[in-house]
């Protein structure tokens, strides 16, 4: 049995009746002909012996030696196993049926990843943006190295954070503003609040809030280019604020199967 599972091919009348190598056969001989066609489709090659042939079409040896000639011609040996037949065109037919799937599947597959966001955990989003996490985990590091030995020290103690020049009303009612506005969060007050626990832990508030805003603006178009929604709380928890949004993916058409009337004929 052939490795190519496809129940059927394409056979165009017009091209099949009109070829010349069809059109010199008799009624009988077509008949054998086009049996055997399904017959190699189904199993990847026919018999190489005309005694088989005519048990496998279920023809008498007269009727075989009367036709097999002429059909015989219109096959080639398989070059793995001369006790068998193959045909070209069908060959040809199965590569061209393996190439539409293989594009078909790739369009399938990039026409998914774009109605669905990639959900990054923030695991990968630290080998996706290395060089910015890894600077924010060792400013963050150094900030509670610093602390800790100045709480120790009450005569070297600083006094709170200064937060002159970032109010976190401020950016909590523009975080809001900006993804209530744009129809695609849901969750917008929990989401609000981590988003501002998260930034009060950070070494320097002021930079990571504006840095969530442009981030939430790239995040919501792209949301809204692809149809998509989110929860503001997934998006903050899992880190998202860290990566810039995927890049959309040129979409894959597969072509249609043409008219083999150009190649050799049956």
């Known amino acids: 049995m052939a490795k190519e599972q496809s129940p059927s091919f394409s056979l165009y009348p017009k091209d ?8 010199v056969m008799t009624m009988a001989q077509r008949g054998l002909y086009i049996t055997l066609l399904c017959s190699c489709w189904l199993q990847g090659s026919i018999p190489n012996d005309p005694a088989l042939i005519g048990r496998l079409c279920g023809a008498t040896p007269k009727e075989i030696q009367a036709t097999w000639p002429a059909v015989s011609k219109r096959f080639i040996a398989d070059p793995n196993d001369p006790a068998r037949l193959r045909h ?15 594009k078909s599947a790739a369009g399938g597959r990039n026409g998914s990843a774009k ?20 600077k924010l985990r060792e400013e963050n590091s150094k900030q509670e190295t610093e ?9 070297t103690r600083k006094p709170a954070f200064d937060w002159s020049g970032w109010d976190a009303t401020d950016f909590r009612s523009r975080f809001r503003a900006l993804w209530d506005e744009s129809g695609v969060a849901s969750r917008l007050e929990m989401g609000c609040n981590e988003a501002v626990n998260l930034l009060v832990s950070m ?9 969530m805003l442009e981030r939430s603006a790239s995040w919501i178009e792209y949301y ?20 810039n949004p995927p890049k959309p993916q040129p979409r894959v058409k597969p072509e249609a199967p043409m008219s083999p009337a150009a190649k050799e004929g049956w």
């Open 203 to 211: 070494v320097d508030p002021p930079k990571a809030a504006t840095a």
């Open 224 to 243: 809204r280019s692809n149809g998509l929604s989110r929860r503001l709380t997934d998006w903050v928890s899992e880190g998202e604020y860290l990566a």
């Open 16 to 23: 099949f009746i009109a070829d010349e190598h069809v059109v």
């Open 147 to 155: 602390n800790a030995n100045e709480a120790e020290n009450p005569k």
């Open 88 to 102: 070209k065109r069908l060959d040809e037919e199965r590569e061209k049926q393996a190439k539409w799937r293989e």
């Open 115 to 134: 109605r669905q966001p990639k959900v990054n955990h923030p695991s990968s989003l630290v080998n996706t943006n290395s060089n910015e996490c890894f």
